[in-house]
């Protein structure tokens, strides 16, 4: 059964029809928001003007004039030598000239299309485009039942398996790092998870070229293409985290040169910490932080002039208590805000994320995920990477955290729905008919919309204390337990071609026979 007519004949509680969880199409008199196509109307928030935006990146430039960026592959500093950076061989340094950055910046898009396997899952980047990505790589997996454990292979198929199931998540991520396949073979097994049990776009992480070039070969044949018909377009993507302050390490700077040569996305991520890997002020960072990405899009646009990149924003302070990271905190929104300015200011698709520091899917979960967004989604960003599943500072995967955050996600979408002000909407025969004193229950109006007027939540109960408690008195946490639950009961995998399938197992069964690839450090 293809996806489409699985979605067909499943109930879609998301938009409106009752007890469905897996955001498949809409039936007959139920909600109509498409969910696969995100756009936000509103105007970004901003917390700098746009002196001050263009005095940060004047700073950036200066940092990478004076001071550069240690980068530690022979390769990538030969690239940039080529171009006309100066690189100082004994410290692996090289200085960026603000004439080099600005040709680089002229090269880069301002929009990106990405390709599916199922053409209808496509995804456009850039403008007032959203793309939502679920959490991607941590090492554990958490549920109410199972517990806190190391993350395995079953827990990224099933993770998989939601990803694919809610039409509000638009790509895929490394949901889990799955520890009981070793890490020469885990590329090769989560890659195949990722094209046989969705249709949507994969993510390969940048741990090496024998590994990369692996992924890039499975994707090849999933879609059935050549060398030169793969870089002709973007099937998939990785995200590049600079070592802040000021380093690019082997494996990432090896990932840029790869994924630039094959003409795929990638996203420059440095991750900096206001007060432990950058100056303790939002600003600072901020500055510290583009310089970074500048550099990484620098290398891209060297490499191969064209090459899709995302602005990568992922900026946030630390508790200057116990020095780890803090999530979802008033400082993470203004950066978040700032990021968004700076990726506007370069005009490229801006990333960003959906972070919490919380241990355990509870109310600080929620608030510091909401905080997050709101930052990013009304600070405008293109890409949402950990929108579903973050916890524990992104050390563990929790199944329930992820359909909580599939609700605050689709809630976002149908905020991001027009009103409509048509007279039918504004309904002056309606208030007419009611009258004083009356109700708008069964008007005319009322019983023409009511079944898709609103949002129906995925897991908010809003019935009154009496039947919730009645009916078990459950939590939003132990809710969410039994919706994953359903929504892997209710998963049909996507309709592939046998002889993909075939290939795809024989290439793993092949390289696994080999040895793999171990991952560079």
């Known amino acids: 059964m293809d996806s489409e007519q699985s979605r067909a004949r499943r109930p879609n509680r998301r938009r409106g029809a009752p007890g469905a969880a897996d955001g498949s199409n809409a039936t007959a008199g139920t909600r109509s928001a498409d969910y696969r196509r995100l756009r936000n109307p509103f105007e970004p928030l901003k917390v700098l003007s746009e002196d001050e935006v263009a005095h940060i990146h004047d700073a950036a430039l200066s940092i990478l004039e004076k001071d550069g960026m240690r980068v530690l592959l022979p390769e990538a500093r030969a690239r940039y030598a080529a171009a006309g950076a100066m690189v100082d061989e004994a410290s692996e340094t090289v200085r960026l000239d603000r004439s080099l950055i600005a040709a680089a910046l002229s090269s880069a898009p301002g929009s990106v299309e990405m390709t599916a396997p199922n053409p209808d899952r496509n995804v456009v980047l850039g403008g007032r485009n959203v793309a939502v990505v679920p959490v991607s790589g941590p090492p554990n997996a ?261 359909i909580l955050d599939i609700e605050m996600l689709q809630m976002f979408a149908e905020v991001f729905q027009p009103v409509g002000a048509a007279a039918s909407d504004i309904a002056l025969d309606a208030v007419s008919e009611v009258g004083p004193g009356g109700h708008f229950f069964g008007c005319a109006h009322t019983m023409e919309r009511y079944r898709s007027a609103f949002y129906a939540p995925l897991v908010s109960d809003w019935r009154n204390f009496g039947s919730w408690a009645d009916d078990g008195g459950k939590t939003a946490t132990e809710r969410a337990s039994g919706i994953w639950r359903e929504t892997l009961a209710r998963y049909v995998a996507p309709k592939r071609d046998p002889a993909v399938a075939e290939a795809l197992d024989a290439y793993v069964a092949k390289r696994t026979e080999e040895g793999g690839a171990p991952p560079i450090t």
């Open 142 to 402: 958490s549920d109410l039942d199972r517990g806190r454990r190391p993350g395995t292979l079953r827990d990224l198929h099933e993770l998989l398996k939601l990803a694919q199931s809610f039409d509000v998540i638009h790509l895929l991520g490394p949901s889990i790092e799955p520890q009981d396949i070793a890490p020469g073979f885990r590329h090769l097994e989560s890659t195949l998870a990722q094209l046989t049990l969705s249709d949507k776009i994969p993510f390969v992480y940048s741990r090496g070229r024998p590994q990369v070039e692996d992924c890039f070969s499975m994707i090849r044949a999933a879609h059935g293409l050549s060398e030169e018909a793969f870089r002709s377009a973007v099937y998939t993507y990785t995200n590049i985290n600079t070592n802040s302050p000021r380093q690019l390490d082997i494996p990432m700077a090896q990932g840029i040169l790869d994924f630039a040569a094959a003409g795929q996305l990638l996203i420059i991520t440095p991750f900096t910490l206001a007060g432990a890997m950058a100056p303790i002020t939002v600003v600072g960072a901020l500055a510290l932080a583009h310089a970074e990405a500048l550099a990484g899009i620098t290398l891209a646009q060297i490499t191969r002039p064209g090459t899709p990149v995302v602005y990568g924003g992922f900026t946030s302070n630390v508790d200057m208590k116990s020095g780890s990271p803090a999530f979802g905190t008033p400082e993470y929104v203004k950066a978040a805000f700032g990021a968004g300015q700076m990726a506007r200011f370069l005009g490229l698709p801006w990333r960003s994320s959906n972070a919490t520091a919380s241990n355990t899917p509870d109310a600080q979960s929620a608030y510091e995920s909401q905080m997050s967004l709101w930052g990013a989604l009304f600070g405008g960003c293109n890409f949402v990477l950990h929108a579903a599943g973050w916890l524990e500072s992104g050390l563990t995967t929790s199944y329930e955290k992820f």
